[in-house]
T-cell receptor
Framework: NAGVTQTPKFHILKIGQSMTLQCTQDMNHNYMYWYRQDPGMGLKLIYYSVGAGITDKGEVPNGYNVSRSTTEDFPLRLELAAPSQTSVYFC????????????FGSGTRLTVV | DAKTTQPPSMDCAEGRAANLPCNHS???????VYWYRQIHSQGPQYIIH???NNETNEMASLIITEDRKSSTLILPHATLRDTAVYYCIVRGPIQNYGGSQGNLIFGKGTKLSVKP
């Protein structure tokens, strides 16, 4: 049982390039989330999904896209990367009821130069 | 904006109880109090949550005041590995949240330093 797995762990991206951050969970959780965390700050929700085929925007969705074709996977796409997207990105998942809390991945540290 | 107020930092001696306060004076009747912690840039870890009754699990205890406007997370015997940022979050139950479901609003939390 691996929990929530994020890849890559680190990446340097040039301005204007695009990339996909991968997130997969093996707990059969319906709900999945993407957060970003800037230095010294709390986490902010980018996008979330309540099940395969269903996604919605969170607090800071601009510059990102998501898809949820399977229960297990919830990739985050960055289009036309900007320095403001330099951050640590966390993926999380939970059951339909979060009695047991959210399970977070270990994060992807992204630098846009 | 976060609905909670926490002190920015606290120290605790190893082996002693760590009591982390949180104010949530605008909490609604169906909103829960959640606690997470984040150890040095790792992903946040769920600790405990409660509605109005005190709760205890293998990690910690949660004491919620009768008026529900504040709460305290208690780590009964703090160890060096408990050094982390602790987040207090107020939110409705996920199945009833609607809108931006699951939007845990993380403030800056309390940085707890456990010292030998």
């Amino acid at each position: 049982n691996a929990g929530v797995t994020q890849t890559p762990k680190f990446h340097i991206l040039k301005i204007g390039q695009s990339m996909t951050l991968q997130c997969t969970q093996d707990m059969n959780h319906n709900y999945m989330y993407w957060y970003r965390q800037d230095p010294g700050m709390g986490l902010k929700l980018i996008y979330y999904s309540v099940g395969a085929g269903i996604t919605d925007k969170g607090e800071v969705p601009n510059g990102y896209n998501v898809s949820r074709s399977t229960t297990e996977d919830f990739p985050l796409r960055l289009e036309l990367a900007a320095p403001s997207q330099t951050s640590v990105y966390f993926c999380a998942s939970s059951r339909w009821t979060d009695y047991y809390g959210y399970t977070f991945g270990s994060g992807t540290r992204l630098t846009v130069v | 904006d976060a609905k909670t107020t926490q002190p920015p930092s606290m120290d605790c001696a190893e082996g002693r109880a760590a009591n982390l306060p949180c104010n949530h004076s605008t909490i609604s009747g169906n909103e829960y109090v959640y606690w997470y912690r984040q150890i040095h840039s790792q992903g946040p870890q769920y600790i405990i949550h409660g509605l109005k009754n005190n709760e205890t699990n293998e990690m910690a205890s949660l004491i919620i005041t009768e008026d529900r406007k504040s709460s305290t997370l208690i780590l009964p015997h703090a160890t060096l590995r408990d050094t982390a940022v602790y987040y207090c979050i107020v939110r409705g139950p996920i199945q009833n949240y609607g809108g931006s479901q699951g939007n845990l609003i993380f403030g800056k939390g309390t940085k707890l330093s456990v010292k030998p």
